[in-house]
């Protein structure tokens, strides 16, 4: 099973197309769960701003991307706008902890002392549900690298932007309509751009159903395929 249209390109150049069955990303199998965990967003708008932290170490390009970045979120402080950096963590690699946190507590250090206030700094666990849904919930707009704070976006609802470290957000981005750019094409304007076109877009509700439905198709066609082989009773 494979979750984009892009990875199926890529198994069927393989020869593999007769094996090969397009589903969902897993995440997308919380939707339901998660569905009845939303709540209002009304009062200060609120971005949740994703990175994927080797983009920001890159020898070659790592300050431009950072400078962006932060440029960026200071544009949107200035506004009033509150920001929370978003870090993702799967319980079982706790490694990742410190590399997150401390490349966002750094991104956060560098923006102006009297902006703080407004900035929070999340990590979240993917066993977690209500701390995802205590900070997606609250959420104007989700803005980064991360595919699965774009999945938690769509999920409930919520407009995002994409800066595309790899086709996989190229892809949601598109199979949402939402605006997303190359890393390379990334500076501090254009991304606000980006987020004020997002905030004018919406989720649609039937492509989020039908997410839905192929990340069950992981699990159902699976367990299909497992009972085939179940040994007879002696």
């Not at 069955?21 to 995440?27: H, I, K, N, S």
Request: aromatic content about 6%; hydrophobic content about 45%.
């Amino acid at each position: 099973a494979v979750r984009d249209e892009l990875a199926l390109t890529e198994c069927v150049k393989a020869g593999a197309k007769s094996r090969v069955v397009l589903t969902a990303d897993l995440v997308f199998a919380m939707t339901s769960d998660l569905h009845g965990r939303k709540s209002s967003t009304a009062g200060t708008p609120t971005v949740g701003v994703s990175v994927y932290v080797p983009a920001l170490l890159n020898r070659d390009d790592g300050d431009r991307v950072s400078a962006a970045m932060r440029d960026a979120i200071q544009m949107l402080l200035i506004r009033g706008w509150r920001v929370v950096l978003l870090g993702f963590l799967h319980r079982s690699d706790t490694s990742s902890v410190p590399q997150d946190r401390i490349a966002l507590t750094r991104l956060a250090d560098s923006l102006p002392e009297q902006y703080q206030e407004q900035i929070a700094l999340r990590v979240l666990e993917a066993d977690n549900i209500n701390g995802i849904a205590q900070e997606f919930s609250t959420l104007t707009v989700h803005c980064g690298m991360r595919f699965h704070g774009h999945v938690l976006s769509a999920i409930f609802e919520k407009p995002f932007v994409g800066i595309a470290v790899d086709n996989k957000i190229d892809a949601i981005c598109r199979m949402f309509g939402m605006p997303v750019m190359q890393l390379s094409e990334l500076s501090s304007e254009r991304l606000v751009q980006a987020i004020d076109r997002a905030i004018t877009s919406r989720i649609d509700p039937k492509v989020l159903a039908e997410c839905e439905k192929n990340a069950e198709r992981n699990f159902s066609q699976l367990a299909t395929s497992l009972s085939a082989f179940q040994p007879a009773l002696p």
